[in-house]
T-cell receptor, first 110, second 115 residues
Framework: GIQVEQSPPDLILQEGANSTLRCNFSDSVNNLQWFHQNPWGQLINLFYIPSGTKQNGRLSATTVATERYSLLYISSSQTTDSGVYFCAVAPLSNDYKLSFGAGTTVTVRA | KAGVTQTPRYLIKTRGQQVTLSCSPISGHRSVSWYQQTPGQGLQFLFEYFSETQRNKGNFPGRFSGRQFSNSRSEMNVSTLELGDSALYLC??????????????FGPGTRLTVT
């Protein structure tokens, strides 16, 4: 199956700092999503971005499908940005499932 | 629109028992998927249903089963529970087309503890 690698595994930031999270995947995809898992376990949709660039407030994401990677940018980080960020992909073979990376744990300190 | 709902939110069971978890998708969504999250294995796909048909199943033993009803609600069942089944079980639904490229939306999860 498709492999998804996220880096770095852990990130500690000072409030106000900017950061970049990376997601590499091993095959062509027709779905790529970024999620933030809240402390209660729910996955919150951040971006649906199989290709291109999107922005939502302080967050933005870019997927370069031809090079098989996606980046999630967090600007002016706040303590509420803390948590685990997951990248998930579905391959072109259309097997109706998302394959998740191991996640990046972000800690923002005041 | 209401989001994906899952019941119960928390569950404690004993080894050897069975458990049934329920998921109601977003209104109009016909595809429902189930995932298991554990600290050791991360997020793993269990199965996916569309129009009451299982279209894909992950690498889990036969003790894990599921079904989907005509109103798109889904249940998953785990029989003969083992300690290793302790996990957060997440349900996701996707938009009407039910294609592999659909955006998926997740429910709050059911946290199962097996003692």
């Amino acid at each position: 199956g498709i492999q998804v690698e996220q880096s770095p595994p852990d990130l500690i930031l000072q409030e106000g700092a900017n950061s970049t999270l990376r997601c590499n995947f091993s095959d062509s995809v027709n779905n790529l999503q970024w999620f933030h898992q809240n402390p209660w376990g729910q996955l919150i949709n951040l971006f649906y971005i199989p290709s291109g660039t999107k922005q939502n407030g302080r967050l933005s994401a870019t997927t370069v499908a031809t090079e098989r990677y996606s980046l999630l940018y967090i600007s002016s980080s706040q303590t509420t940005d803390s948590g685990v960020y997951f990248c998930a992909v579905a391959p072109l073979s259309n097997d109706y499932k998302l394959s998740f990376g191991a996640g990046t744990t972000v800690t923002v300190r005041a | 629109k209401a989001g994906v709902t899952q019941t119960p939110r928390y569950l404690i069971k004993t080894r050897g028992q069975q458990v049934t978890l329920s998921c109601s998708p977003i209104s109009g969504h016909r595809s429902v998927s189930w995932y298991q999250q554990t600290p050791g294995q991360g997020l793993q796909f269990l199965f996916e249903y569309f129009s009451e048909t299982q279209r894909n199943k992950g690498n889990f033993p036969g003790r894990f089963s599921g079904r989907q009803f005509s109103n798109s609600r889904s249940e998953m069942n785990v029989s003969t529970l083992e300690l290793g089944d302790s996990a957060l079980y997440l349900c996701a639904s996707s938009v009407l087309r039910g294609q592999g490229d659909d955006e998926q939306y997740f429910g709050p999860g059911t946290r199962l503890t097996v003692t």
